[in-house]
């Protein structure tokens, strides 16, 4: 089984920053070859895509709203992802979830396993 922890949420200012990480742990696991990603949600709101990237840290994508603010990395070999944030908006308060999938290149939605996710919250 593959446990995800996100960390580094919490309360900003507009135009502020925060970096979010995501440790990955189980028995045996490494990271290496899933590919990972962030999403968010809002209240009252579906749960978004925000950023993926692929095992090698090749291929970031990002959701319109965050390109240019946002940038998702991974170091491989202390099994984290993260997600660096510039330039918060309130529009961005959320709560932020990491995800990973087997599929080392998986540009879906339905990755096998999330994390609990951080609250981040950006205010005016």
């Known amino acids: 089984q593959v446990q995800l922890v996100e960390s580094g949420g919490g309360l900003v200012q507009a135009g502020g920053s925060l970096r979010l990480s995501c440790a990955a742990s189980g028995r045996t696991f490494s990271i290496n070859r899933y590919a990972m990603g962030w999403f968010r949600q809002a209240p009252g709101k579906e749960r978004e895509f925000v950023a993926r990237?692929?095992?090698?840290?090749?291929?970031?994508t990002y959701a319109d709203s965050v390109k240019g603010r946002f940038t998702i990395s991974r170091d491989n070999a202390k099994n984290t992802g993260y997600l660096q944030m510039n330039n918060l908006k309130p529009e961005d308060t959320a709560v932020y979830y990491c995800?990973?999938?087997?599929?080392?290149?998986?540009?879906?939605?339905?990755?096998?396993?999330w994390g609990q996710g951080t609250q981040v919250t950006v205010s005016s």
């Open positions: 990237i692929s095992w090698s840290g090749g291929n970031p």
């Open positions: 995800a990973a999938d087997q599929n080392p290149y998986y540009t879906g939605i339905n990755y096998d396993y």
